[in-house]
């Protein structure tokens, strides 16, 4: 083969891979972002290598039609310019409709104005040569794929690894293109040199979706793996072939074309054994630069148990599973602990979660491989192996939590109650001596007598509230309106500014003393922090939530809650306003949980501090 067959033959090589990738990104399109375009990217890169072929090896008919496929650039770089900005999520219809209808408008100029040429050069018959007034297609290719660069490393400083290392492929296959094509320019420019760089043209394509997918789907790197390991073995084929050959003709056999079939057989068996031995080792040798880490050891699974038991909650468990199984597999993994699957397209992930059975004793722990479809068995058994492992500590952390949460609750009654015994006491002990003061201060001037009547309301209010978190909580469940609720409770208020965004429909099933409780504390904290403030304003909401539950907000534009305050806001004696009891939100929690609800402090837009409880809605 000369080396003109060698230009044909790597135009024809760069075709079928280009279309080959095209079709298998175009049924691949649904699990991944952006694939279409870059499956038409594809299309493009091999229409162009037909439309060469086709103008060198062609009549003058099929030449001007390889001449049309060529003139397509303009729209294939847009096509690259919609996959990159669909991988940067900057994807405006508006502006890459301008784009295609640029695109479009300068194709159809190209081919009513001829802004291309074919004429003789060098050995070929016909050459692809821009006029001077051709050179407006290629400013615009120019311009759009350094405006498509420009994006990618634009984004670089906001991107994760994973990202970081696709736009590194990305512009490595850029400049693979570029290079293998700026030789093709030698005609137009006046160069009498062959364009040897067009050689290199056939793994642009496959480099460009391996770099950009292979950490998304497994499939790309199995087959890389088995591309790698059939060209090394190939290669090796070839100079085992070439040694054989020598040796021959070192012992004086005749030419090789001339060899007797004894000879030819024997040759044949040499080389077809030497590719049996090479076989095994070459594609492990390239599963493991595809897929480092594919083999298992007693001392990793040791490794990987004692990690994954170490984690305490389950955020730790998540990250340190996801780091330890990346770590060995040398790519980015995603772990997932929760009940929903995720969705699939997000690169390979371990699924794990709580399987619930009937009858079941323990939590019955399970994991999946979600988006490892493309991955060797072996790769395979290693996800499965960890997934093992990881429900395995899943099962370990949940039942801990479990027993973490029983001590807990049974310390926090047994307090309750010494607490309850103690404050009984303390309120009888105390209330004699305020009504003695009482009454004692009937003779004082008013100014006084006010003063010491405000502090005893406020002993018997600290009384009141001691004997209310401590006591037994007893529950007399109905359904009660909470729009009514919320209405009665602000009642009591009623020179404060309280909206009331309710359903007049929605009821919660809860005591409705108990309620008002819960309802009274969280608005008496707010209207206390709303003191002195330019324009007070309270909100109560409330709506449906998923699993059988409403969520009832209570929120103010007051100053809000000090960071190193929100964690310990629900404990007793902690409190956020001057004269407060310390006691008031630790109340709404135990009222709530004794509902079996739940109270915790959000954020929400337009307010500076809100209580958001969930209550039942049904028996």
Same mark, same amino acid.
């Given at each position: ?26 049924v ?6 952006? $694939? ?6 594809? $299309? ?23 001449? $049309?496929?060529? @003139? ?10 919609h996959?990159?900005?669909?991988? =940067?999520? +900057? ?22 104005w ?23 297609? *290629?400013?615009? &290719?120019?311009?759009?794929?350094? %405006? ?15 990202? +970081? ?17 700026? $030789? ?33 789907? !497994? ?45 030819l %057989?024997?040759? *044949?068996?040499? !080389? ?12 492990r ?6 897929f ?18 170490? /984690? ?20 980015? !993994? ?32 399970r ?10 068995p ?13 429900? /395995? ?7 801990l ?27 009888? #002990?105390? +209330? ?6 009482? !009454? ?6 008013? #100014? ?31 359904? &009660? @309106? ?31 003393m108990?309620? #008002?409780?819960?309802?009274?504390n =969280? ?9 002195g403030?330019?324009?007070?304003? &309270? ?13 009832l907000?209570v ?5 809000? &809650? ?35 609800g ?22």
């Amino acid at each position: 083969m000369d080396l003109y067959g060698l230009y044909y033959f790597s135009l024809a090589l760069q075709g079928v891979i280009s279309f080959l990738l095209a079709a298998w990104l175009w049924v691949k399109a649904g699990q991944q972002t952006g $694939m279409r375009p870059l499956a038409l990217f594809c $299309m493009g890169i091999g229409l162009w290598g037909t439309g060469q072929l086709a103008i060198n090896l062609g009549d003058d008919q099929v030449a001007q039609f390889g001449k $049309m496929l060529v @003139n397509t650039g303009p729209l294939n770089t847009v096509f690259f310019l919609h996959f990159v900005l669909s991988f =940067l999520g +900057r994807l405006h219809k508006g502006r890459l409709l301008a784009w295609y209808a640029a695109a479009v408008s300068l194709v159809l100029a190209i081919w009513i104005w001829d802004m291309g040429q074919l004429q003789p050069w060098l050995g070929f018959a016909r050459y692809y040569v821009f006029p001077t007034w051709g050179w407006v297609p *290629g400013i615009f &290719v120019t311009f759009t794929s350094t %405006w498509a660069y420009v994006l990618l490393l634009l984004a670089w400083p906001a991107a994760g690894p994973k990202k +970081r290392g696709q736009i590194v492929a990305l512009c490595l296959a850029g400049i693979w293109g570029s290079v293998a094509t700026l $030789m093709f320019l030698n005609a137009s420019f006046g160069i009498p040199i062959f364009p040897y760089s067009v050689i290199l043209l056939p793994f642009y394509a496959a480099l460009l979706v391996f770099g950009i997918l292979r950490y998304d789907l !497994m499939a790309v790197n199995l087959w890389a793996n088995r591309f790698l390991a059939w060209l090394a073995l190939s290669v090796a084929t070839v100079a085992i072939a070439a040694l054989c050959i020598s040796l021959v003709a070192q012992t004086g056999f005749a030419p090789f074309a001339a060899l007797p079939l004894w000879q030819l %057989w024997l040759l *044949g068996t040499m !080389m077809l054994g030497a590719t049996l031995v090479l076989e095994g080792p070459t594609r492990r040798a390239m599963e493991k630069l595809i897929f480092p880490g594919a083999h298992l050891e007693a001392g990793v699974l040791a490794e990987w148990r004692e990690r994954l038991e170490a /984690a305490g909650n389950w955020q730790t468990l998540e990250t340190v599973a996801a780091d330890t199984l990346g770590a060995h597999l040398r790519q980015p !993994m995603s772990v997932v602990l929760a009940a929903t699957a995720p969705a699939p397209g997000g690169g390979p992930c371990v699924h794990c979660y709580l399987k619930l059975e009937a009858g079941q004793p323990l939590p019955n722990w399970r994991s999946d491989l979600i988006g490892w479809e493309g991955a060797t068995p072996t790769v395979q058994r290693v996800g499965e192996v960890f997934g093992a492992l990881l429900a /395995a500590a899943a099962a370990r952390l949940d039942q801990l939590l479990r027993y973490a949460e029983q001590e807990k609750r049974s310390l926090q009654q047994a307090h309750l109650l010494e607490l309850g015994g103690l404050s009984a006491t303390v309120a009888h #002990e105390l +209330r004699n001596p305020l009504n003695i003061i009482s !009454m004692a201060a009937v003779s004082c001037p008013p #100014e006084t007598r006010a003063e010491i009547r405000t502090q005893i309301e406020r002993a018997d209010h600290l009384i009141q509230d001691l004997l209310s978190y401590s006591g037994e909580v007893r529950l007399n469940r109905q359904p &009660v @309106n909470v729009a009514e609720l919320a209405r009665s409770v602000a009642a009591a208020h009623p020179g404060a500014n309280i909206e009331i965004a309710i359903d007049a429909g929605l009821n919660a099933h809860i005591d409705r003393m108990r309620g #008002e409780q819960i309802l009274g504390n =969280l608005l008496n904290n707010a209207i206390a922090m709303l003191r002195g403030r330019p324009d007070p304003r &309270v909100r109560i909401e409330a709506a449906s939530a998923p699993g059988q539950r409403i969520a009832l907000r209570v929120c103010d534009n007051g100053p809000g &809650v000090a960071a190193d305050l929100a964690g310990e806001l629900f404990q007793p004696f902690k409190t956020r306003r001057p004269g407060g009891t310390g006691l008031g939100l630790a109340i709404v929690r135990r009222l709530t949980e004794a509902h079996g609800g739940s109270v915790e402090l959000v954020t929400r837009v337009g307010w500076n501090c809100c209580f958001e409880l969930h209550l039942p809605d049904t028996p």
